[in-house]
């Protein structure tokens, strides 16, 4: 089992910047596929952005392409969201996530390890 601890998140004006964090320890040995999912009030869960540790490619929501950067650290065991640009209808509750793999990189359902969930809210 994979636990994530995640970090960062807060309240930022639009137009503004955050990064958030997720620390992976434990049985890390065959993730491959990190991602971050999020989740707004009254919809469902939906992907954001998801990497391949080993390749380093990542995949965006067509939602996010051009404003968030999704990062892994394999040094660190960290995944790292930096989202720019952010606008009100990023507010959400951000979740990453860890797997073995998955062909649809931004559905939950490839995914087996989850952190608790950070605000993320865009308001002026």
């Known amino acids: 089992q994979v636990q994530l601890t995640t970090s960062g998140g807060g309240s930022v004006q639009p137009g503004g910047s955050l990064s958030l964090s997720c620390a992976a320890s434990g049985h890390t040995f065959g993730t491959v596929l990190m991602g971050w999912f999020r989740q707004a009030p009254g919809k469902e869960r939906e992907g954001v952005a998801a990497i391949y540790t080993n390749y380093q490619s990542p995949y965006y929501a067509d939602s996010v392409m051009g404003r968030f950067t999704i990062a892994y650290d394999n040094a660190k065991n960290t995944l790292y969201l930096h989202m720019y640009n952010l606008k009100p209808e990023d507010t959400a509750v951000y979740f990453c996530?860890?797997?073995?793999?998955?062909?649809?990189?931004?559905?939950?359902?490839?995914?087996?390890?989850w952190g608790q969930g950070t605000q993320v809210t865009v308001s002026s």
């Open positions: 996530a860890a797997g073995p793999g998955a062909d649809k990189v931004l559905s939950p359902d490839g995914y087996t390890s």
